[in-house]
């Protein structure tokens, strides 16, 4: 299955990382590994690994994939209005995250914050896509911008 079959969300981490570091893959390690193992194994046995697709970025149109039990949505899979290349590729919508109000992502003391997408935008160099506080999407970010992430796991 896609990723989007499944999926469960968790509150935005308060951890601040560049979007840079996602870009070039430590990120989606740390998820992979440290965090995935630091989940139960009651609840590893239950997750599925699915391939995940994003652009490369730096204006290309190319894409990578990678096997991960954890992974940051896309903006295709938050926006299914989204539809050209290399955006098609990356995801199907998760039916619960498509509008704005569905997308605010709020801490424990209440306060929405802004959650980096894991797509670069293609029409330049240096932006990146990223939810802000009110749930709109924006794609004109740089990746050394403070925003936190939102994740996904598959069941």
């Known amino acids: 299955g896609w990723p989007g079959q499944g999926v469960a969300q968790i509150m935005a981490l308060p951890v601040v990382h560049t979007f840079v570091e996602l870009v070039k893959g430590s990120l989606n390690t740390f998820l992979n590994t440290r965090l995935y193992n630091s989940i139960p194994m009651q609840w590893q046995q239950l997750m599925k690994k699915v391939q995940v697709y994003s652009s490369i970025g730096d ?3 190319e894409l990578s ?9 896309s903006v295709s899979e938050v ?3 989204i539809m050209t290349e290399p955006y ?4 199907t919508a998760i039916e619960y995250l ?20 894991r797509s670069p935008n293609v029409e330049y160099a240096s932006y990146f896509y990223r939810v802000e506080e009110d749930g709109a999407l924006q794609g ?15 069941f």
């Open 59 to 61: 204006m290309s149109q």
């Open 65 to 73: 994939s990678s096997g991960c039990y954890v992974f940051i949505p």
């Open 88 to 91: 098609i590729y990356e995801g």
């Open 140 to 154: 004109y970010y740089y990746g050394y911008d403070a925003s936190g992430i939102r994740i996904m796991l598959c």
């Open 98 to 117: 498509t509008t704005n109000q569905s997308r605010v992502c709020k801490g424990e003391d209440g306060t929405a914050s802004s959650y980096w997408l």
């Open 79 to 81: 926006n299914p209005s």
